[in-house]
């Protein structure tokens, strides 16, 4: 559904094409959804966006497989950028979400921690970040439970890997991050 609500699809066969499963898990998915999406002479598309993200993010894995957090000194989006150069130097997959992903993609109010998808946990103390509790950390790395998820990093201009606005924006609405969330699905939908 992410896949559906970046951009509608001509077919069904390039919808599985774009979020990386079968035709069939499609046309499964898309039977559950009857009154969320439509079928028109271009193609399939969500009726309401904001009801299908709904629908969706209720359903999503809300919580890591695995987490480690930690505490910086420099802001979010520097510490996204040296954790994503550590994770790189050691062939990470990785993508950053969170506050400092939707600050980039609708920038709106300065992020107040950092928070980074990895394929695998790695000590970040090479690049300056202290073991913190979650309550007082400025930076989070975690497993997803989501196999498909960061297969929608997206690069660009030399900048940090972020994930889909779609994706950060279940992130944060997940977290509780309701301004930033807001912000974001404002941009998203217009």
Same mark, same amino acid.
Do not use: C, I
């Given at each position: ?6 951009a509608p699809a001509g077919?069904?066969?390039?919808l599985?094409?774009?979020a990386g499963v079968?035709?069939v898990?499609v ?5 559950e959804?009857?009154n969320?999406?439509?079928r028109?002479r271009?193609?399939?598309?969500a ?8 629908w ?6 809300s919580?890591?497989?695995?987490a480690?957090t930690?505490t910086m000194?420099?802001?979010p989006?520097q ?6 150069g ?7 997959q990785?993508?950053?979400s ?5 600050? &980039?993609w =609708?920038a ?5 921690? $950092?928070?980074?998808?990895s *394929?695998? +946990?790695?000590? /970040?103390?090479a690049v ?6 979650p ?6 790395l975690?497993v997803s439970e989501?196999p498909h998820?960061?297969e929608?990093?997206r690069?660009?201009d ?6 889909s606005?779609?994706? &950060?924006? =279940?992130?944060?609405t997940?977290?509780?991050? $309701?301004?930033?969330a807001d *912000?974001? +699905?404002?941009? /998203?939908?217009?």
């Amino acid at each position: 559904m992410f896949a559906l609500l970046e951009a509608p699809a001509g077919s069904q066969k390039e919808l599985a094409a774009r979020a990386g499963v079968t035709r069939v898990r499609v046309t499964q998915v898309l039977e559950e959804l009857e009154n969320l999406v439509e079928r028109s002479r271009r193609g399939w598309a969500a009726r309401d966006r904001r009801d299908l993200a709904a629908w969706l993010v209720e359903r999503y894995p809300s919580s890591p497989h695995l987490a480690s957090t930690w505490t910086m000194l420099e802001p979010p989006v520097q510490a996204a950028a040296l954790v994503s150069g550590l994770l790189e130097k050691v062939e990470v997959q990785h993508g950053v979400s969170g506050d400092v992903a939707a600050d &980039a993609w =609708a920038a709106w109010a300065r992020p107040r921690s $950092a928070w980074l998808w990895s *394929a695998s +946990l790695v000590d /970040l103390g090479a690049v300056g970040a202290t073991p913190a509790a979650p309550e007082s950390a400025t930076l989070t790395l975690a497993v997803s439970e989501d196999p498909h998820l960061l297969e929608a990093v997206r690069r660009g201009d030399g900048r940090v890997p972020l994930l889909s606005p779609w994706r &950060a924006w =279940a992130d944060l609405t997940h977290a509780g991050n $309701a301004l930033a969330a807001d *912000a974001l +699905l404002g941009r /998203l939908t217009r």
